[in-house]
């Protein structure tokens, strides 16, 4: 700070147009880049962790892999000058100060956990993408004026858990939900150095950061099939889940005629068809998901008694999502007579709204990319990010890089180095814009 004090009337305006000056360092803003090779090496050290018997990622939220990436991420930040804390939720927030303590954190942010067998750069691309920012600025002493902080939210694939913590939506009842971890959240944050009890202390109020900025891999093939560099989101999609719960009756599979089933599996069956058949039954994007079935008792010569399946809405319109639900209920009841089951849904408490990306920050994610000489796509996202919720509290931004064949939630999840270096070099410049602001 005291930097800033001696600094002459000189230094000031020259800051103004992008260049700072530290005793005898000029640095000009709009050349730094990020280094390729150690974003590179930060995503390989990384996916060492929480990997299962078969070499595989499984570095599910709360998994002893996900508290050693954490205390991985926590140590990277640290070496980088970070401040480190873990917030009430298990959230990681490495800081930064700035030159001006009373302007509001500019916060980057992402998640490092994964789905059950994910891949090694959804969420992981824009955490050490942040961090990587971070170290470019402290190369080249460049010190902004607002303060700046990396966030790896916690549980992510949970349904972004920690985020919803922070913007004050994480439902108490949530907190008794099984993770993939088989730890309920409350017990998984509690493993990865939160304080479920005091989940108020996580809260942020609206208002509280000047922006937030998430560097993500796009997990669809738009960006690769138009041969575009970077994607500039405009809008994420919402997210509502349920837990779909059919009750028949089991009993002897070779002495029960077949008029007299009650099965609960056939109706499970009969019912998962008319979801697919109502969602892609109207015009638009929406998307449904049954990825998740139980069965009981779960024998060959029984007939199913129970069937437990969960089921995913996707839409940037929230409206159309709960009327797509009214349909596929109303289509459930008629299942449920003529099957003799009984068809109940539980509402998940991780649901995500549909949210839009800040105008402002697209035009400043635009201007950094086309600075850079790199080509550009304005789209959607159909996946859940962090940035949903933390756009209820600042504006948000997102900046999407292609995903090689537009797989992702697969160990076949791969973005180029280069592709990612282009993201991160996004996110920089991006960064270093909004502090002029
Ligand atoms: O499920 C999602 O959309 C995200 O990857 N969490
Ligand atoms: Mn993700
Ligand atoms: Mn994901």
Known sequence: MKQIRRRSLFSMTAMLFGIYIFGQQTVNRTVLRTNQESIKQYICELAQYGKDSLGRGNRVAFSNGDIEGRAYISKLMKKNGLDVHIDAAGNII?????????????????HTDMVPLGGNYDGAVGVISAIEVMQVLQEHHVVTRHPLQVIDFIDEEGGVVGSHAVAGNLNKSALHEISSSGLTIAEGIRAVGGNPDKLADAIKPKGSFAAYLELHIEQGAFLENEKKDIGIVEGIVGIEEWEVTINGFANHAGTTPMLHRQDALLAAAKLIVSINDIVKGIPGKQVCNVGKIAVEPGATNVI??????????????????????????????????????????????????????????????????????????????????????????????????PSVGGISHSPKEYSTPEAIYKGANVLLQSILQLDRQ
């Open 94 to 110: 490495g800081s930064r100060a700035g030159q001006d303590m009373s302007l509001l954190p500019i916060v980057m942010g992402s």
């Open 304 to 401: 199913p008694g129970k069937a437990v399946f969960s089921l995913e809405l996707r839409d940037l319109d929230e409206k159309k999502i709960w009327n797509m639900f009214k349909a596929i209920k109303l289509r459930a009841d008629s299942i449920a007579t003529q099957t003799a089951t009984t068809i109940s849904f539980k509402n998940l408490h991780l649901s995500s709204k549909p949210a839009l990306m800040n105008r402002k920050i697209q035009d400043i994610i635009k201007t950094s990319t086309t600075q850079l000489g790199y080509s550009y796509k304005v789209m959607a996202s159909g996946a859940g990010h962090d940035a949903q919720e933390m756009a209820l509290l600042a504006p948000a931004g997102m900046i999407f890089i």
